[in-house]
């Protein structure tokens, strides 16, 4: 699975709507589906599938199918975003528990030993951007390595990243 890295801020007019439309797109791609609506709020019994997304189209109340569990569908209301950049970032986050079954854990430095995740987990440090991936949990605690990113050639790196997660943008 493949991480792209995303610095948000200043990130320009441009920038944000090709943002969206990466996202639309991996939605689409992941999911399959097509939005579900319904003159009403879906309910355990609306069939779906995880990340599928249902709008009640009496109130324009938009809901995402979170868990299809034995008891029946799970559902939570979307919520509308400050702006445009916090529904992407919402939308992202959706995805990623979706793919991963893991959210993306952030804080404002880069994670430790001391810093609590899973395997397969992603943190991002909000103050720079970096993303982190979590590739083994021990007595000592978290492995954590950089994520790089970027269009260069993944043989090219440097001593200091020798060992580090690699993405080709």
Do not use: H
């Not at 793919?99 to 430790?112: A, H, Q, R, S, Y």
């Not at 951007?129 to 390595?145: D, M, P, R, Y």
Request: glycine share 12%.
């Amino acid at each position: 699975m493949a991480y792209g890295s995303v610095n948000t801020s200043g990130a320009s007019g441009r920038e944000t709507k090709a943002l969206q439309k990466r996202v639309e797109n991996l939605e689409k791609s992941m999911e399959g589906l097509e939005k579900r609506s319904g003159w009403g709020d879906p309910t355990a019994q609306t069939e779906a599938q995880v990340g599928q997304v249902y709008v009640n189209t009496a109130t324009g109340k938009e809901f995402v199918c979170t868990a299809v569990t034995e008891e029946g569908t799970a559902w939570e209301e979307r919520q509308k975003a400050a702006s445009t950049l916090d529904a992407v970032q919402t939308r992202v986050e959706r995805l990623e528990k979706a793919l991963t079954g893991k959210e993306t854990l952030t804080g404002g430095t880069d994670p430790t030993a001391q810093t609590q995740g899973q395997v397969g987990q992603a943190y991002l440090n909000t103050t720079t951007g970096k993303e982190f991936l979590c590739t083994a949990v021990t007595e000592e605690g978290a492995v954590w390595q950089e994520k790089l990113t970027g269009g260069t050639d993944p043989t090219a790196q440097t001593a200091a990243q020798v060992g580090q997660v690699y993405i080709n943008t």
